[in-house]
């Protein structure tokens, strides 16, 4: 099903039917258990415990990690870190976790200024410390994509979580709600979880030397990147590949989510975002490859398109968008596109919605479409 919302902007939206979630366990790798329980009992060390716990790394890595950890700090051993931790609470959060080990960071100078951006960027480069290499992080996507998609995205999206890159602390404070309208509720958010940018930090980013690596924020290089007070610290991030339109691409999530486990799709080349026929294609490879997930494009104009313009993306997710929910109200045949079922759908601005079999005939359809809107011009109505 493929919807064309036409005309101030074109946005593309892509779904699969069927919209389903499953939890599974999502141990690292093959771990023995036995050993996972006894070394989450033994180790001392509250982070250390929570990484084992979440399956971030198994079991014979425990010891490895406490000591990286306790060298960072400087101390000679994990005892003298445990000892500079304030109290925690049994089996606290990743958030208070990460505000713990913030204390003796702030007193040792690795924390620079208690100001967040400083507070989130050593937060990234501890978690990153104890998040698997991409490589093992692609091999474990792959071996559970063979399984079934789901499988791995669902592992892949709770490793996320778990190392801390999906702020969902942050994002449970986000206000939401769901109106009635006359085309469907409407989802409203308060977005609350993104933390404003603290003045100190503006200035000091201000005064910083000008840096333009990576490219931009959708850069695949952004992967173990220590970040600067003008760039988020992206240690933690994943990106796993795959093939779209023949096209190497990466899917990673948002750290900041709009929605159920809102992934980004981007190309592993910094290469300009463009609607066009291609453009149509790479929407259906991602939803042939994640059939439960959706996918939509912003439109690739300033103001009304995204917000990086500048580097070919897609934004999808878990979810069914009140769009998508709406009925067709006055069913159209496109000449020579008989065999593609198409509609106007009930909805405040134009949208075409066409479905079909073949994926060929809804890009040619879809391209059809966008060649026609690309000639039209009404000057009456400011549309030019
Ligand atoms: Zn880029």
């Known amino acids: 099903m493929l919807h064309m919302h036409i005309p101030n902007a074109v946005c593309f939206f892509f779904a699969a039917d069927a919209v389903t979630s499953v939890i599974i366990p999502y141990f690292y790798g093959s771990c023995k258990c036995d050993d996972q329980e006894r070394m989450i009992k033994m180790s001392v060390q509250p982070l250390i415990a929570y990484g084992l716990k979440k399956g971030l790394f198994p079991a014979e890595d425990a010891v490895y990690y406490e000591n990286l950890i306790t060298a960072m700090y400087g101390f000679d051993a994990p005892d003298a870190l445990i000892a500079a931790l304030p109290p925690l609470e049994e089996a606290p959060s990743l958030g208070a976790l990460l505000e713990a080990y913030t204390v003796p960071a702030l007193e040792k100078g690795l924390v620079p200024e208690d100001t967040v951006t400083q507070r989130d960027l050593f937060a990234a480069k501890l978690m990153g410390m104890l998040t698997p290499p991409p490589s093992r992080v692609n091999a474990v996507f792959d071996g559970l994509y063979a399984e079934d998609p789901q499988k791995a995205t669902e592992w892949f999206y709770a490793l996320c979580c778990a190392n801390g890159y999906i702020q969902e602390e942050r994002i449970a404070k986000d206000v939401k709600w ?130 990086i313009l500048s580097h070919a993306h897609f934004q999808g997710g878990l979810d069914c968008f009140p769009m998508t929910q709406a009925p067709v109200i006055c069913p159209v045949v496109i000449p020579g596109f008989e065999d593609v079922t198409c509609g106007i759908v009930d909805w405040p601005m134009s949208v075409l919605r066409i479905c079909g079999e073949e994926c060929e005939r809804l890009v040619a359809l879809a391209d059809a479409v966008l060649q026609a809107w690309r000639q039209y011009s009404d000057p009456a109505m400011k549309i030019f």
């Open 178 to 307: 769901d109106t009635p309208t006359a085309y469907g509720d409407l989802h409203i958010t308060i977005n609350l979880s993104k933390p404003e940018k603290d003045p100190k930090a503006i200035a000091a980013a201000a005064k910083a030397k000008s840096v333009s690596y990576p490219a931009c924020q959708l850069c695949v290089e952004n992967v173990g990147y220590a970040g600067r007070l003008d760039h988020p610290a992206r240690q933690n991030l994943r990106i796993v590949p795959f093939v779209s339109a023949g096209e190497q691409w990466g899917l990673q999530y948002s750290p900041y989510a709009y929605y159920s486990q809102h992934c980004i799709a981007l190309h592993t080349e910094h290469t300009p975002m463009k609607i066009d026929r291609k453009c149509f294609a790479q929407l259906l490879d991602f939803v042939k490859a994640f059939p439960h997930y959706f996918i939509g494009s912003n439109a690739d104009l300033p103001i009304v398109g995204g917000s």
